[in-house]
């Protein structure tokens, strides 16, 4: 039983469907949707006679049924099978107020032979039926993950797909693609597809598959500013917004570069080891030299004043403004030095 809030354990989640240890109800939530779906796959896998599918597997949308029609399928009893897997989508779509206490019934006693998954965004977890959901069904939040949690993945994702990855591979298609899971699992399969059957990936084989299609992007952006470079960076910045990017997210990219070089000036000013500055930054090691190079670049009053210019612009961007008028403003205030004022008021 998990509570609302822990961090959900997947090494005891797949360890119990390969022992055939199903929870009557599963319930997953949050906004890292390819981690739901792939535990989604899992449970279907383990949990449903091939055989027998198509009678004792059903996938229904929150927009299309409601509660009577949920607990109806999932109390009825499998076809020739030990039992049968029913998931919901978009389950919030079905909570209402007269649903409460029928979902909550059934949540208290589920049927022995029927695995119920349930999937929503953002539940509620103070109202019925989720508070009971929290009491009796195995509960798993997934939430985006933090880079330090995504290198990780990366790093697991091509264990499983048993092959070999260099580190510095993995801090390249980090830089390039983000945290995007679903994103960084579409880029490891076109890698894979144009390597062909070589065991380990270099940095070279990111460069040459995913760096291509990644020449203009926020973490790119984010680059050609810490180096000064204004003329790359107004470009970079430009293609993003020509290609319906949103200033919002990039400007928030560029205020979390700004965190890391400020975390980076305390610690070297309390000349803390090298060995622990990936770790203060939020950073991969191979990219803590790039970033110690661009706090050359900026001395903390900078920093300070880039934050400044930033949350500025953020206001303005949400307002509707013209995003490449804003961005070129706040970069160019940033890369020269320009003491803030309220340049967009």
Same mark, same amino acid.
């Given at each position: 039983?998990?509570? /609302?809030?822990?961090?959900?354990?997947?090494?005891?989640?797949?360890?119990?469907?390969?022992?055939?240890?199903? !929870?009557?109800?599963?319930?997953?939530?949050?906004?890292?949707?390819?981690? @739901?779906?792939?535990?989604?796959?899992?449970?279907?896998? /383990?949990?449903?006679?091939? +055989?027998?599918?198509? %009678?004792? %597997?059903?996938?229904?949308?929150?927009?299309?049924?409601?509660?009577?029609?949920?607990?109806?399928? +999932?109390?009825?009893?499998?076809?020739? +099978?030990?039992?049968?897997?029913?998931?919901?989508? &978009?389950?919030?779509?079905?909570?209402?107020?007269?649903?409460?206490?029928?979902?909550?019934?059934?949540?208290? $006693?589920? /049927?022995?032979?029927?695995?119920?998954?349930?999937? !929503?965004?953002?539940?509620?977890?103070?109202?019925?039926?989720?508070?009971?959901?929290?009491?009796?069904?195995?509960?798993?939040?997934?939430?985006?993950?933090?880079?330090?949690?995504?290198?990780?993945? @990366?790093?697991?994702?091509?264990?499983?797909?048993?092959?070999?990855?260099?580190?510095?591979?993995?801090? =390249?298609?980090?830089?390039?693609?983000?945290?995007?899971?679903?994103?960084?699992?579409?880029?490891?399969?076109?890698?894979?597809?144009?390597?062909?059957?070589?065991?380990?990936? /270099?940095?070279?084989?990111?460069?040459?598959?995913?760096?291509?299609?990644?020449?203009?992007?926020? %973490?790119?952006?984010?680059? $050609?500013?810490?180096?000064?470079?204004?003329?790359?960076?107004?470009?970079? !910045?430009?293609? =993003?917004?020509?290609?319906?990017?949103?200033?919002?997210?990039?400007?928030?990219?560029?205020?979390?570069?700004?965190?890391?070089?400020?975390? *980076?000036?305390?610690?070297?000013?309390?000349?803390?080891?090298?060995?622990?500055?990936?770790?203060?930054?939020?950073?991969?090691? %191979?990219?803590?030299?790039?970033?110690?190079?661009?706090?050359?670049?900026? $001395?903390?009053?900078?920093?300070?004043?880039?934050?400044?210019?930033?949350?500025?612009?953020? *206001?303005?961007?949400?307002?509707?403004? &013209?995003?490449?008028? @804003?961005?070129?403003?706040?970069?160019?205030?940033?890369?020269?030095?320009?003491?803030?004022?309220?340049?967009?008021?």
């Amino acid at each position: 039983m998990a509570k /609302s809030r822990e961090k959900f354990d997947f090494d005891n989640f797949y360890s119990s469907l390969k022992k055939k240890n199903f !929870a009557p109800v599963y319930f997953f939530y949050g906004d890292e949707d390819l981690l @739901i779906e792939e535990c989604v796959d899992a449970i279907v896998e /383990s949990a449903v006679d091939p +055989a027998m599918k198509e %009678f004792n %597997f059903d996938i229904l949308q929150g927009s299309e049924v409601d509660a009577k029609k949920i607990l109806g399928i +999932a109390s009825s009893f499998p076809m020739m +099978a030990e039992r049968r897997v029913v998931v919901v989508k &978009d389950f919030e779509r079905t909570v209402k107020k007269e649903s409460e206490e029928f979902y909550s019934a059934y949540f208290e $006693k589920p /049927s022995p032979t029927t695995v119920l998954v349930l999937i !929503a965004a953002n539940p509620d977890f103070r109202r019925k039926p989720y508070t009971t959901l929290k009491k009796s069904a195995l509960c798993g939040e997934f939430r985006p993950l933090y880079d330090n949690e995504t290198i990780a993945w @990366i790093e697991s994702r091509m264990k499983k797909l048993k092959r070999g990855i260099d580190p510095q591979a993995v801090a =390249l298609l980090h830089s390039f693609v983000g945290n995007s899971l679903r994103e960084l699992a579409n880029e490891i399969e076109k890698t894979l597809i144009a390597v062909g059957e070589k065991p380990v990936i /270099s940095s070279a084989d990111i460069e040459h598959v995913v760096g291509v299609s990644r020449e203009f992007t926020v %973490f790119e952006l984010a680059n $050609k500013v810490g180096e000064k470079n204004i003329a790359k960076a107004l470009d970079v !910045a430009g293609h =993003l917004v020509n290609s319906g990017e949103n200033a919002v997210p990039i400007i928030a990219a560029l205020a979390t570069h700004f965190v890391k070089l400020y975390k *980076l000036h305390d610690a070297v000013r309390q000349k803390r080891p090298e060995n622990e500055l990936a770790q203060i930054a939020g950073v991969h090691p %191979f990219f803590v030299r790039s970033y110690l190079q661009h706090l050359r670049n900026f $001395k903390l009053e900078e920093i300070e004043n880039a934050f400044l210019i930033l949350s500025e612009a953020d *206001l303005a961007a949400k307002s509707s403004g &013209d995003a490449k008028l @804003i961005l070129t403003k706040a970069i160019t205030e940033i890369i020269t030095g320009i003491q803030y004022q309220s340049a967009f008021a």
